[in-house]
């Protein structure tokens, strides 16, 4: 596909036209509320706090911090201006790239369909997730799940007929992501976002505020703010923050690409993927905030991350706390909606590339993609655990190296310059091309090789 309105090297520096039916973000609040949306997930919620369990509070926090702001400030701005300026998914992104250097898009189309496809693995295993959650704020709000108490033979009873029998509630999940996606990004994911995500602080600082009031809670406060300089030391400590940071931030040359596609030209990139990093930082912040006290107040150990902790070890402490009726709804509220602003975003790169390669309407795709996402994440019920692995580990990396290399070694320094220049009053440094080209895709190699050999890092 010739892009005829995309620069090429020596030639015009104009942009690419845009399409006057493109749906786009109607405000720069909704857009940003939608990555944050899509970066707060339960990776936030069930694995930072056990990283700071294991590590150490502030011994984690500080290299976590300075890993998003390194990725923040290369990765999250390439994968906004990469689908801006092209103004379209992982697919059109590439070829446009590819096109800018070798006078053809063929080979970055074919390169972008690995993105669209670790995208649409990752919703589906995301499905069976949401399933999860959803039958468990059902519990929650209804007072069943405070009826089991403390006691763990029932709560993981629970959960095991949960994790291997939830196809009801998968088809919930599905339904209530179809729900808001089908009304378009500016009416439907930007909409939804703009309710969900204020609440989802608001509510999550509240229990904040109740739970650090519980006897012995202070205990938790007191771990996570506690430094040992010795373990900064440590190589796997910064490899392992430099993971979560990686996978929190949810770049991967998928849905961030599409985001960035439906921004107007006048946005300014930088600060909006800074605002991105803070409340996604913010948010994981507050996880560990709420359930390390929570758990040093009913006297558990923060030994356990992943799905346990939140629908297993969690609910016990939540059951066993006064006031732990109300707190464990509100909470599963939170996570309900944690959990459906990341769906409607891993989603939404598989439905736009329907949308835009072969011209379907929204319904349609949206249906396409959602029902047959609802019948994969029925059918791998039993293998959930695996199947998020292999993504995570391999698919996600991947599709975020794709998107560095093809950003910046193929399409060069000048495109990448205009595309994340645009809508700035003042250019960003000259450390921004050499930082994201080399620093950035070295990273992106890490965290797959690491991954690989540590079984996840993020």
Request: glycine share 12%.
């Amino acid at each position: 596909m010739n892009h005829k309105n995309q620069a090429r090297p020596g030639g015009s520096t104009s942009a690419p036209v845009a399409s006057m039916n493109r749906d786009q973000f109607s405000s720069r609040l909704g857009f940003i509320l939608a990555c944050i949306g899509s970066a707060v997930g339960m990776g936030n919620i069930w694995r930072f706090p056990i990283m700071i369990s294991m590590w150490g509070g502030l011994n984690f926090l500080i290299p976590y911090a300075l890993c998003v702001l390194l990725i923040a400030a290369t990765g999250v701005i390439a994968e906004f201006a990469l689908g801006r300026s092209t103004e379209g998914g992982p697919i059109k992104a590439f070829g446009v790239c590819a096109n800018e250097r070798f006078g053809s898009s063929l080979i970055g189309r074919i390169f972008g369909v690995i993105p669209i496809l670790g995208s649409m693995a990752l919703a589906i295993g995301y499905t069976v997730v949401m399933g999860w959650i959803i039958k468990y704020t059902f519990l929650a709000l209804s007072g069943r799940l405070h009826a089991l108490g403390g006691d763990m033979d029932q709560i993981g009873a629970t959960f095991g007929q949960t994790a291997t029998s939830n196809a009801t509630w998968i088809i919930v999940a599905g339904l209530a992501s179809l729900i808001i996606m089908v009304f378009g990004v500016s009416n439907g994911i930007e909409k939804a976002n703009k309710v969900m995500m204020p609440l989802l602080f608001f509510l999550m600082l509240g229990l904040t505020i109740y739970v650090q009031s519980l006897s012995g809670a202070r205990d938790g406060y007191r771990y996570i703010f506690t430094l040992n300089p010795e373990a900064l030391k440590n190589p796997l400590l910064w490899l392992f923050a430099f993971g979560q940071a990686f996978f929190s931030l949810s770049i991967a040359g998928n849905g961030s690409v599409i985001y960035g596609s439906y921004l107007p030209k006048t946005e300014n990139l930088p600060a909006s993927a800074r605002h991105v990093a803070f409340f996604d930082t913010l948010s994981a912040l507050l996880a560990a905030f709420l359930i390390i006290p929570a758990m040093a107040a009913g006297g558990a150990e923060l030994n356990e991350g992943g799905p346990g902790l939140m629908f297993i070890y969690l609910v016990r402490v939540l059951n066993q706390m006064p006031g732990g009726l109300i707190v464990g709804m509100i909470f599963y509220v939170c996570v309900f909606f944690a959990g459906l602003s990341s769906i409607i975003n891993l989603y939404e790169a598989p439905v736009a590339t329907l949308q835009q390669e072969l011209k379907l309407s929204r319904v349609i795709s949206t249906t396409v993609i959602l029902v047959g996402g609802v019948i994969a994440a029925i059918l791998i019920q039993a293998i959930t655990e695996g199947w998020m692995n292999v993504v995570s580990i391999y698919i996600c990396p991947i599709g975020a190296l794709l998107a560095a290399i093809f950003f910046t070694w193929v399409a060069g320094k000048s495109f990448v310059n205009r595309a994340v220049n645009q809508g700035r009053s003042k250019p960003l440094g000259a450390w921004y091309f050499p930082l994201t080209k080399y620093i950035y895709c070295a990273l992106c190699l890490l965290a797959l090789i690491a991954g690989a050999i540590k079984g996840g890092i993020g």
